[in-house]
């Protein structure tokens, strides 16, 4: 199996470090023809408007679209979430995403860099809890039917899902890559990525 990590902006180098360590040899994406040679696709965190726009200036924005759109396994991590996500609140005017997941997601939803916050929280599937890292980050306001929360924080008083899947595509709010606990790359791999081949 070929990954693929969507190396436009963002935490690419790190998600490529994660996926070693998960066994994988991954490939940056920058062009069409390397998006077209791969069997599943990271999109890292970092600034989803940025990474938008530049998808757009690389001619890569729809030919994404299309590969999601015949069930290319996908993970997306904080920036990556809101690409993937059908809705977003609190966008910039300009503010323009891949979709796929049947979601509504708050941009910022946590506060500002400053409000940046580490937190202990299980995803479903892992046996112990995980130290997840939340910089600017979104949370999932709406589900559909067929999107199933793994994993969600209590700020204020609320539970906010923060971790979805749906099929073929997995997204969490939080950054993964950014510790040295790669069970959530691991799980896109052995078990996102499965199913994403199955019905592919």
């Known amino acids: 199996m070929k990954v ?14 994660a996926l070693q360590t998960c066994g994988t040899e991954p490939i940056t994406v920058r062009r069409v023809d390397e998006l077209n040679s791969i069997d599943a696709l990271v999109i890292p965190g970092g600034e989803s408007t940025t990474m938008a726009l530049l998808a757009e200036t690389f001619g890569l924005f729809k030919p994404i679209q299309k590969r999601i759109e015949s069930r290319l396994p996908v993970y997306g991590s904080c920036a990556g979430m809101i690409l993937l996500a059908n809705r977003v609140l609190d966008a910039t005017e300009d503010q323009r995403t ?51 929360v793994l994993a969600a924080v209590n700020f204020h008083g609320t539970d906010h899902p923060v971790a979805v899947r749906q099929g073929n595509l ?27 081949s199955r019905i592919g």
């Open 4 to 17: 693929g990590v969507l190396a436009l902006q963002g935490d690419v180098r790190e998600h490529i470090y």
């Open 98 to 148: 891949f979709g796929g997941l049947d979601i509504t997601v708050r941009r910022n939803a946590f506060g500002r860099q400053v409000d940046s916050f580490e937190s202990d929280l299980e995803f479903q599937g892992l046996r112990a809890s995980m130290r997840a890292v939340f910089i600017r980050a979104p949370w999932v306001e709406e589900v559909g039917p067929e999107v199933e």
């Open 170 to 196: 997995l997204a969490t709010s939080f950054h993964p890559e950014l510790t040295q606990d790669y069970r959530i790359h691991r799980y896109f791999l052995e078990e996102v990525c499965r199913v994403g």
